[in-house]
């Protein structure tokens, strides 16, 4: 008795892939293009990118600000605070950017 393609059961590879789909418990291979970015969109990450370098900019300069009149030192802390900020704006986006780290 000799068998064809079309009469041979499955691997159990396959059947094993088949059964982790249908729960759930392989995702889809993800598309090239989100597979560089982890998944997320150009758009999605250059919004954050500005969201993060803006709002570091904001709270250093308004705490540098708040202590230039809190202690009579103007201009030297709003100064210090628009570098701290942007220096703080600049790693979160440089943490954003940077290799993942695999999951534990």
């Known amino acids: 008795m000799t068998e ?3 009469d041979r059961e ?3 590879e396959d059947r094993l892939r088949v059964a982790r789909t249908k ?3 392989d995702k889809p291979a993800p598309t090239s293009a989100s597979a560089d970015m982890g998944g997320r969109s150009a758009m999605g990450i250059g919004l954050r990118v500005g969201v993060e370098l803006v709002s570091a900019m904001i709270v250093g300069v308004g705490l540098g600000w708040f ?3 809190w202690l009579h030192t103007t201009p030297f802390l709003l100064i210090l605070g628009v570098l701290l900020g942007g220096g703080a704006g600049v790693a979160n986006v440089w943490r954003l950017m940077g290799p ?3 999951p534990a």
Do not use: N
């Open 4 to 6: 064809t393609k079309g």
């Open 10 to 12: 499955p691997s159990f």
């Open 23 to 25: 729960q759930g418990l």
């Open 67 to 69: 202590f230039d009149r």
């Open 100 to 102: 993942k780290k695999p």
